[in-house]
Structures are given as C-alpha cells and as structure tokens.
C-alpha cells in the first residue's frame, strides 16, 4: 500500500521552475506618427468602398419568380377561358 502512495506522490510532484535569461532589446522601437486626416480619408475611402459594394448586392431571398410559374398561370386562364366558352353554348 504505501509503495503505490509513493509512486504517486512521485508522479504528482511539479518540477522545480527554470527561470531563463531576460535579454533586453538592441535598441528601442522608433514610434510612429498617423497623421489624423490621413487615417480619416483612408476610413471613409474604405467606408464608401464597402457601402457601394452592400448597396450593389441582392438579398439572398429576393429571388425572382421562374417563367414556368407564368406560363402555368397563362395555360390556366386560357383552359378556364375555352371551358367556360363551351358552357355558354
């Protein structure tokens, strides 16, 4: 019994930490300026871009209705019209 609590005392003990070398940088990074009127034309050059292109799409559900459906419609009308023609006679 004990030797299967040491092996797992064993098994659950974390290793000790590595503590590594913390090299500093060569030099420092230059900052760089965004001048406010250049990002404002580039956002609303984007921003027109993209309002045309969602202006010019279609909505997926608006489809348009097939050509068969008004032919099946027409051939209707016309075989309800010759029907009711032949009852009149």
């Known amino acids: 019994m ?3 609590v040491e092996r797992i005392d064993i098994a659950m003990k974390v290793p000790p930490l590595n503590m590594g070398e913390l090299i500093p940088p060569d030099s ?5 300026l965004y001048s406010h009127v250049k990002a404002t034309q580039e956002f609303n050059a984007l921003d027109r871009d993209v309002y045309q ?21 027409g051939a209707a009308i016309v075989a309800g019209l010759l029907i009711l023609k032949k009852l009149k006679k």
Do not use: A, E, I
């Not at 348009?64 to 419609?73: C, I």
């Open 2 to 4: 004990t030797d299967s």
């Open 53 to 73: 292109t969602v202006k010019r799409t279609t909505p997926g559900n608006k489809k348009k209705t097939p050509k068969s459906v008004f032919w099946g419609l």
């Open 28 to 32: 420092l990074v230059k900052p760089v």
